[in-house]
Structures are given as C-alpha cells and as structure tokens.
C-alpha cells in the first residue's frame, strides 16, 4: 500500500495554565448545537474538566471513542502528589460513566476538533481558553494508505462489533436462504 | 420560547416543606431585565417593611443574571438577596464561581426561599428534581467542608454548593454564604440562611439555555475576548498595577502591598502606617504569598484569574479572592502569614473579611480602653495573634462577649454602652466599612459613599480614574481610546480635572460634573447586577470589555428582546428606584446617607450638603433622598408612589 501524508491536529494542554474555568464546555456545546450556537449546555461538550479544586485537579479531557463495553481500568495514579483515577485521563463515551453522552438520549458524544465549513483557524475550546492551557497544534506525518470503507461495511462492522462476526453470518445466511 | 433566561423560578417555603416550579411573567425582564432587579420586585411585592429579618416570612433569593450562563464571559455571578440583620435594610450581595450558571442549567433563574425549616436542611436541585434533604450531621461543620461533604453524599464532583459555616447557623449578623472560590459576604446573608435552617443550597443542571440570535452573540463574545487579551497585554499607565489591568483587584497575583498597608489604615481603622513597606516585609510577604498560593483560578467561563487556592500548612486548604488577604492582618497589626491562617477558619466559619476582622479589632481597641474588662476576656491567650482567633472562636459561637460582638460594631457598641459608640467609628447604615481613612474630601466617593445601598465601597467604585493625572498630554492620551464614556462630556472633566489648584479637590470636579460620573458609574453596577456579569470586567475596572453602549447589542441578541441605549438606561433607573424604594419604605432616609465622620480629615459640611442635595435631585429624589412621584411615574412604578403614598411617606403637596 502506498505511503501517504496524513494531517493530525492536536492540542497540547498545559494543565499548569489552566485556571478552571470551563469556557472550553462552554464554547464546545454552543459550537456543536443545532442550529450553530443557538444553546449551551456544558453537559453536551465534548471537552469535560475534570475539576477538584482543592485537590488542586484540573484535568481538561476530549470525548473519543464510544465503547460498548466498560473496561478494568480502576487504577489510580498520583502524580506530583494529586490523585487521578483512571478513568479520569480517558477519552471514552462508556457504560461505567455518564461523561460525553447527549444528557437526554444517551448518545455518545467525540470531539470532531470544530469540523466547520469553511474550516475555523482552530478548534473553538482553543480559541476560548485565552490563558494557553490548550494549545492547537498541526502536524504531518507519514502513513500507510488506509483502505476506505464503503457506507455498507461502515454499517456491517457495527453489527459485527455488537454481535460478533459468526452471529452476523449466520443470521444473514438464515434471512438469504429465506429469500 | 424564552431565551438567555429560562423563565422559571424555583419557589421553596422551608416551614411546609412545598416546593414548586413557577413560570415567570416575561414583561418583568423587559422592565427589570433580571438578577438584582427582578430580585428588587419580588422583595417589593412579597416583603412588606414590617418584616424582621428572622421572620419566616423574609424572603431569601438565589438568582442567576439575565445573561447569566449565556456564553458572555464573565456571566456567573449569583445575585442574593434578603433583608439584612445589620442594616434591616434590603441586601443584596453577590458571589461569582459556578453557582448561577448551574442553576440555569439546572432550568432555573431564580430559588426563592422563604419559612423556616423546623431542623437544619439542605437543598438539592438536580433538574426536575428538588429535595429538601437532613443536614443534621453537617451542623458546625465549615462552610468549606460542607460543600465537600455534600458533593461527596451526592457521589457527583459536578455539583455546585452555597454553604454557612457556624457563623450562618448562629445568626452571626456578618455571616456570609460561600461557594467555591466566591462568597457573598457582605450584610449577613448568611445569618438569615442559618435562621432559615439550611445548611446549603446544592445544584446540578444538565439541561440546554437557548440564546435568541446565536451567531450574533458569538461575534460579539470574540470581540469582548480579543479586547480581554489587548487590555491585559496593555495595562493602563499611570495607575497602580492592581487596577492597571481588568478584573477584581488582582491581590491574589500582586505582592507588592506598599499603597494598601501604607494608605489602608490597620487595627479597628485608625492608624495610618506611612513607612510600613520595607524592603525585608516586602522580601517576607511575598515569600509567603508564593509559598502558599497554589494557584490562581477563575470563576465559570472567566479567562481573568482573580482567586486562588491557598495551601497553609497543616490547615486543610481553601479557597480566597482579593481583599481578605489583608483585612485580618492589618486589623491585628499582624504578618501576612497570620493572615492566611486566620482567612482560612474565618472562610471555614463563613464571616465577611471586611466585617468581621473589624470587629474583632473593635473589641481588642475597647479592651484596651478598659470598656471591656477582663471577665469579658476570660480564657483569651495573651498574645496578640491568639487573641484574634479566640475572639473569632467566640464571635462565631456567640459565647460570652462573642454574642455581642456577633451583631457588628454599630449594634455592639449599643449594647456594650459605655462610651464604646465612639470606638464604632467606621460604618454607614451600621455595616462595617473599607479600613481607609484618607485626608481630602473627594466629592464622587463621598456621593457613592453616601448614597450607595450595596453598602460596600469597593463594589460601587468605577471607570473615572481614582485620581487626576498629573500632565495634560498624559490625560490627553488617556481619553484617546476612551470609548467607555456615556457622553463626550465625562472626558472634558476628566481633561480639566488637576492634582492641584482650581480645578482639583474637592470643588472639581464640581457638583453637577461629580453627579454625572457617579450616576453613571452606579448604573453600570446596577446593569451589571441584573445581567450577572460580573463588575471586574465592566462597571469596576477602567476601561473594559463591557460598556453602556455595547451592552444592548449583547442583551437583545441573547435575549431576544430589542432593548437600545436609552431604554436600558431608563431600565437601570426603574432597577436603582426599586432597590431604594425597598429601603425607603423600610425606613431609610437622608440622614442613612452618611459616611464615616472621619473618613477624611478635611471636611467641608456645607458643600457636602449642596453635593448630596444636587445628586438627590439628579436621581429623582427629594431632600429626604425619597424618590419623588413623578420620578417614579415617568418608570412605570406608579405603585410604588401609591404605597409611599398611601403609607404617609411623602409631605403633603409633595409631588
């Protein structure tokens, strides 16, 4: 397969910078409203502090992935004598969890980096945060072409995720041979 | 639909136990907008003057601004109102931090509480959901503690709380509600939540506020952070660095004290200490600073970081903004050290820094003049800094002299007799004032002074510049840029006005010039306290983001409601005639606009009373500082004429 280039946007967060104030929750469910802007509701960012005033934690996490399952992550980490758990440090929309999902449907939420068209400079929970806790940074790294999927197996890879592979066959076979 | 606000208040009767949802009438944000000045008209229609402030039926209300959550910056702050036990006056302090923005999200403007609960309670607001829940195993505990005891029980870090701490539940009458980095402190708020019985107000809220003109209010949010970040990165010359950039004075991040220990006056607000600021205090006091400052922090969607956390060794951390660093210090002639270690129980017990270390030097000052004996002070440590904390001990427990001293220097002083009136020295309408004494009238902080009813100095000031600058090309560049201004005319005086000679203090800026910069300085505080934005970045600093002219963009493209500059100004009027209505009824009259005696050395009683005669007359008002019927006509508040009419408050003729 062929070597191709391959944008990758990132923020850089300084948790030192941030002063935990939340215009980056703020800012992300204005943006991701329908219509544009027409609402807030922090509980719809993508972007969550993770905020402990006096433990002196501010933790700015991104909603990624939806998973299906929880995992076993319970750890706990200390680092420069706060205490995180886990989970605190992870991007996933998660059953063991109410953080990045849509407050009234459930629905995961990921962030998109402010996907707009025309495209914005960057990401708005960037432009909001004033005092450089987060900092958006692009860069350009070689990649392996990845082969694109078409809207079916888009739509057939879920099914395999929530039921297994063997299940799906079986049950497509079923419904083929009863035509 | 309705947009900025949610347009439901929250309404809880604590003696029953009732709760409900209650949708507001729309026109009274087109004539009130919101926060203080829907606040004004409930305290006017539900609070009748003959109301005590520990009367079940004193309402107490929590209320998030008009743009309050909205994506303005600095739009959080939370409006509380009730009738105050120190003044019996109507009060209305206010916190910033997380609450009110919370709250809207939670699908609420307002909680309004009125009764008393048979035991100590709390309250949980989570959306729909409203509890009155036991708080019997959170009584005496801080009002610090408290909040972190209440979000744990909830199991969600998520979740805002206002507590009291003792000082609250035993009806200290400077007892504060704190939340987060903010608290609102002054005029006792505090002591009425503790008569109510509740321990603290927790919210959550996961739902959406709908903004009217969506594109609109972004744009113009850009602008107000871009010039956030021009203004910062450009401090205003000419002036001390703690009001040369915008926010609440910047006393968290400044070390350098030298015009506040040496113009700020120490012990019960007496002695001036020129000379103080050495270069080994400076050297002590900022090791301090920077050792126990963990780091600066802001309120709900505020890039200015006007708090901070403070971590003192081997006491449990909290949280502290602006002033409080030095009122307990310099009241007990003390090291910054001790003050942070003292802020810490006080911020615990839930006492307004201004009040409170005031009292307790008050008390120390009567000790010495023998007032006070030595029974009063049984058990008190003999030195000077345990001394502080065992009167703050008794303050907050009302135990022996502290149950006097609880009720403030102005009602204390009554008690203790004696001669101690005089040593109560530093109060207007019996609330404890700034510790600042200075030497020259300035006739625009006498009016604001005098007249102001959020009764705390340092929350009324505004954008005229505190002093004159010394050349005219230094004023000339000033006004350059100058866009804040109501009118063209504010920059002339401040052109002409001079550190010395004819045109200085205190007859310039002359009487019909000072009542023009203060009445608009006053109705951007008022604007602001019914949007929830916040005074550190529009009525309090110089020059900032937020102004007269800008604002009705911001308020009709959030709200909907097509509001210009001249109907906001005469919404600001209708908002300044109600809160003055409310005390006016209650009692309050010329004689309650009065400054400390000695608050500047030079005084000139004849001018004062031809300044206060002036400015009553440009506020409407008659000599007795009561809004005239025509003044109160002209804004719709015909009702408050009929009732002041009908209560015998005007003379007769009177118009």
Known sequence: MAKIKKTIKTVRIDIDKCNGCRACEMICSAFHANPKYSSVNPERARIRMVRDPLKDIYLPVYAGEYTAAECMGRDIYILDGREYEECAFCRASCPSRSLFKEPDSGLPLKCDMCEDEPPLEEPLCVKWCINDALIYEVREEEVEEEEKLDEMEIALNSLVDKHGLKKLVDTVARMSQKG | MRYAETGYNLEVDLSTGNIERVETDPRWTELYLGGLGTNAKIMWDRVPPETEPFSPDNLLIFSSGLLGATPAPGANRTIITTISPQTRYMAYSMMGGFFAPELKHAGYDKVIIRGKSPKLVYLWINNDKVEIRDASHLAGKGAVETQELIKQELKDPRVHVAAIGLAGENRVFFASIEQGRSSASRLGLGAVMGDKNL????????????????????????????????????????????????????????????????????????????????????????????????????????????????????????????????????????????????????????????????????????KEAGILSDKDFEGCPSDNEGRFFWLLDRIVRREGIGDVLADGTYWAARKIGNGAEEF??????????????????????????????????????????????????????????????????????????????????????????????????????????????????????????????????????????????????????????????????????????????DHWKKRFPEYEKQLLDAYFEYKGWNMDGVPTKKTLRELDLAYVAEDFEQRGIYKDGED
């Open chain 2, 199 to 366: 321990k603290a107000v927790a919210v959550r809220g996961t739902k959406d506020l709908n903004i009217a003109r969506p594109v609109e209010v972004i744009q113009f949010c850009d602008e107000v952070l871009q010039y956030i970040q021009w203004r910062q990165a450009n401090p205003i010359p000419g002036v001390m660095p703690i009001l040369a950039v915008l926010g609440s004075p910047q006393e968290m991040a400044v070390t350098d004290e030298k015009w506040h220990t040496e113009n700020f006056v120490w012990g019960n607000a007496r002695v001036r200490r020129k000379g103080f600021w050495t270069e080994e205090i400076e050297q002590k006091w900022k090791e301090t600073q920077e050792s126990v400052r963990t780091r600066l922090i802001s309120c709900y969607n505020c890039p200015l970081k006007c708090g901070a956390i403070i971590s003192v060794p081997g006491i449990s951390r909290y949280m502290m903004k602006c002033f409080s660093k030095l009122t307990y210090t310099m009241a007990a002639f003390s090291d910054l050290d001790f003050g942070f270690r003292i802020a810490q129980r006080a911020t615990e017990y839930g006492v307004d820094g201004f009040s409170c270390p005031q009292v307790m030097a008050f008390a120390v000052e009567l």
């Open chain 2, 424 to 597: 109560a020295h530093n109060t207007i309408r019996k609330h404890e004032q700034a510790p600042l004494k200075l030497g020259m009238l300035n006739p625009i902080y006498y009016l604001m002074y005098s007249t102001n009813e959020k009764s705390n100095i340092t929350q009324i000031e505004g954008q005229f510049p505190q002093a004159p600058y010394p050349t005219r090309e230094e004023r000339e560049e000033f006004v350059k840029d100058w866009i804040q201004v109501p009118n063209e005319r504010i920059k002339e005086y401040f052109l002409k006005w001079e550190p010395r000679g004819e045109f200085s203090m205190p007859f310039y800026p002359g009487i019909k010039e000072c009542c023009e910069i203060v009445d608009w300085m006053e109705r951007m505080h008022y604007i602001d306290d019914s949007l929830g934005i916040c005074a550190g970045l529009s009525s309090f600093p110089l020059k900032p983001p937020y102004h007269i002219h800008n604002y009705p963009v911001l308020i009709s493209a959030a709200t909907g409601i097509d509001i210009d500059e001249e109907e906001l100004v005469k919404i600001s009027k209708r908002n300044r005639q109600l809160v003055r209505a409310n005390n006016v009824r209650r009692g309050l009259r010329r004689e309650d606009d009065t400054p400390p005696a």
